[in-house]
């Protein structure tokens, strides 16, 4: 059955992987054509769109980007902590009901949060404010950090927090020096998820940000609905260039494997 099914499943995974990585290489050839409208280059090649970027007003809708990004999933990092511990330790009333409620952004469309968020922020004067765009991201990527938090938590060893208040250590001590270190592959897991969750929203952005807070996404939406060139397609091309190198480094540095999947050391 093995023999069988071997080649069968490699077969069936290479044509997915292709499926799936064929428009990312459509995106990278049309970037470096040097016509004015989308096309892929056959026999002329140009970083005329990459050099285009520069001059744009897309870099400064990149930091934007990176600093609400930024801000949202540590904010969010911060809640999910003692909510994690909070769901995860103790056994109270409502116990379920807080979980579910600090998950149920998962389950609302962001169109719905983003038509709700414009209300409410209209309604007590948050509008064309960075900080009510970084509170509404907030709301976005809170799931994933209280998700990995968890995990953190529920899968790390306790007889080491147990050692330590037999040795009269208090219960700050305690999560400053061993239950924050052990879960730190987790919590970090869960921030690098929200931030790439919160740099790629667009959606709910696009109701909330204002022309002094546009992010990256909104600005890229905005410039295609009004022109057809690659100047899209480079910086495209040059956040997928971005991103490889970033996780080349953090696997060189730390590990893609424990800092996804929140593994700490062997």
């Known amino acids: 059955m093995t023999r069988t099914n071997g080649p069968l499943a490699l077969a069936f995974h290479a044509?997915?992987?292709?499926?799936?990585?064929a428009p990312l290489v459509v995106v990278i050839l049309v970037a470096f054509t040097p016509e004015s409208y989308l096309s892929i280059p056959t026999t002329k090649w140009s970083l005329r769109?990459?050099?285009a970027i520069w001059a744009s007003d897309f870099i400064p809708a990149f930091w934007i980007s990176v600093y609400v990004a930024c801000g949202?999933?540590?904010i969010a990092l911060v809640v999910s902590v003692p909510a994690a511990?909070?769901?995860?330790?103790?056994?109270?009333?409502g116990r379920q009901a807080l979980g579910a409620y600090f998950l149920s952004p998962l389950m609302v469309p962001h169109v719905v949060l983003g038509v709700a968020l414009l209300r409410f922020m209209a309604e007590v004067g948050l509008t064309a404010n960075m900080a009510a765009l970084i509170m509404g991201h907030v709301?976005?990527?809170l799931p994933f950090t209280l998700r990995l938090a968890l995990a953190?938590?529920?899968g790390m060893n306790r007889h080491c927090e147990w050692a330590a208040w037999s040795l009269g250590a208090s219960q700050w001590a305690v999560?400053?020096?061993?239950?924050l270190p052990m879960i730190i592959p987790g919590l970090a897991g869960g921030w690098l998820l929200a931030f790439i969750q919160s740099f790629d929203e667009l959606t709910m952005t696009v109701f909330v940000a204002s022309p002094g807070t546009t992010t990256l996404p909104v600005r890229m939406f905005q410039y295609i609905t009004d022109n057809i060139d690659p100047m899209v397609a480079s910086i495209s091309t040059a956040l997928i260039v971005l991103a490889l190198v970033l996780m080349a480094v953090?696997?060189?540095?730390?590990g893609l494997e424990r800092l996804l999947a929140g593994k700490g050391e062997a």
Do not use: C, G, Q
Not at 15 to 21: C, K, P, T, Y
Not at 175 to 179: A, D, E, G, L, N
Not at 250 to 254: D, G, I, L, T
């Open 15 to 21: 044509v997915f992987i292709a499926f799936i990585l």
């Open 250 to 254: 953090m696997e060189r540095v730390y």
């Open 175 to 179: 999560f400053r020096r061993v239950t």
């Open 49 to 51: 769109w990459f050099e």
């Open 152 to 154: 953190a938590l529920t």
């Open 139 to 141: 709301i976005i990527v």
């Open 72 to 74: 949202a999933a540590t």
């Open 85 to 93: 511990i909070a769901t995860a330790r103790f056994d109270f009333p």
